[in-house]
T-cell receptor
Framework: NAGVTQTPKFRVLKTGQSMTLLCAQD?????MYWYRQDPGMGLRLIHY???????AKGEVPDGYNVSRLKKQNFLLGLESAAPSQTSVYFC????????????FGPGTRLTVT | GENVEQHPSTLSVQEGDSAVIKCTYS??????FPWYKQELGKRPQLIID?????GEKKDQRIAVTLNKTAKHFSLHITETQPEDSAVYFC??????????FGTGTSLTVIP
């Protein structure tokens, strides 16, 4: 089992460029999440999904979009990157029946210049 | 929404001493409180959790206590070891499984 994987691991974007971060899990988890981690601010929830084809906004959704077309994948998109989106992005997943335990991916370090 | 505050932001202890990290939350509907450990450059990993119907939980050198009335919960690490050095995050989860994380405590265990 690979668990939760994220692609890419690092990326540098220029302001205004777009990109998509891919999260994949092979644990058959129903729930998936995207967080951003900034120094001194902990982990903040961007968007989450409780099942294939469904998404919901978290604490800091502005400037991001997501899609969950397949159960195992959760995509995070930045349509027009801004320097304020420089962060480390973590994906996580959890099962519905052990709803509370979240497993995290290795993270993607994104820099927007 | 929920607001989770975590203290202290940094903590240094001598090897073998105990470490205590405290968190408070604001939403009385929160019913699940996990603690995550994050080593430098790595992903957060769950180390212990507690549900709102329990006051205390222990797992070897780690324990968590919850006071629902006061809306605070704490992580206790006894007999600290250098490998306990990491950033620790508390979180509170409201029904619907949205997690709200504290800002983290950087723990350094001095050999």
């Amino acid at each position: 089992n690979a668990g939760v994987t994220q692609t890419p691991k690092f990326r540098v974007l220029k302001t205004g460029q777009s990109m998509t971060l891919l999260c994949a899990q092979d644990m058959n988890h129903e729930y998936m999440y995207w967080y951003r981690q900034d120094p001194g601010m902990g982990l903040r929830l961007i968007h989450y999904s409780v099942g294939e084809g469904t998404t919901a906004k978290g604490e800091v959704p502005d400037g991001y979009n997501v899609s969950r077309l397949k159960k195992q994948n959760f995509l995070l998109g930045l349509e027009s990157a801004a320097p304020s989106q420089t962060s480390v992005y973590f994906c996580a997943s959890s099962r519905r029946d052990t709803i509370y335990e979240q497993y995290f991916g290795p993270g993607t370090r994104l820099t927007v210049t | 929404g929920e607001n989770v505050e975590q203290h202290p932001s940094t903590l240094s202890v001598q090897e073998g001493d105990s470490a205590v990290i405290k968190c408070t939350y604001s939403d009385s509907a929160s019913n699940y409180f996990p603690w995550y450990k994050q080593e430098l450059g790595k992903r957060p990993q769950l180390i212990i959790d507690i549900r709102s119907n329990v006051g205390e939980k222990k797992d070897q050198r780690i324990a968590v206590t919850l006071n629902k009335t006061a809306k605070h919960f704490s992580l206790h690490i006894t007999e600290t070891q250098p490998e306990d050095s990491a950033v620790y995050f508390c979180a509170a989860s409201i029904p619907g499984n949205q997690f709200y994380f504290g800002t983290g405590t950087s723990l350094t265990v001095i050999p």
